[in-house]
């Protein structure tokens, strides 16, 4: 007799997803809610699913959990549009961002009018860092460069 298994690929989000959705389901007392998302978010960080930070460079980084641009423990000042750019690079920092892909991500569309709006945004980001990390890939998009950073903080 020969068995058979069946292996299919299981999606713990759905898994997780569908126990905290039976579970909040019934009546909760805020308490006992808080101490138990308090003790979810205590795991995931222990488990290393979660990068808190992103290192940029020396005592430089993307703080992900407040999303936070810190260099030398001083927060860097962003717009709502500039801190929704560094997290869309922050997302993937060894992607390559095409034009399109970012407008549509910041104003929810393309067009001419927005692609300028999209240069000076980069413009005025590119002076609040330490360091220029973004780079243009001509005819293309943007991409984050760390290549020559640490030179640059000696």
Do not use: A, C
Request: hydrophobic fraction near 40%.
């Amino acid at each position: 007799m020969t068995v058979r298994m069946q292996v299919r690929n299981v999606d713990l989000t759905d898994i997780v997803h569908d126990y905290l959705k039976e579970y909040l389901i019934t009546p909760l007392p805020k308490e006992k809610l808080d101490q138990t998302l308090q003790l979810l978010i205590s795991e995931i960080r222990q488990s290393g699913f979660i990068q808190e930070r992103i290192t940029l460079g020396d005592e430089f980084y993307w703080d992900t959990l407040r999303e936070q641009l810190i260099y030398k423990d001083q927060i860097i000042t962003l717009t709502k549009k500039e801190r929704e750019l560094v997290k869309l690079f922050m997302s993937d920092i060894q992607r390559d961002f095409p034009y399109s892909m970012i407008l549509i991500r910041l104003w929810g569309e393309t067009s001419p009018i927005k692609q300028d709006s999209l240069k000076t945004l980069i413009k005025q980001l590119r002076k609040k860092l330490p360091v220029n990390i973004i780079k243009n890939i001509f005819g293309y998009g943007y991409t984050i460069d760390l290549s020559h950073i640490n030179e640059t903080f000696k």
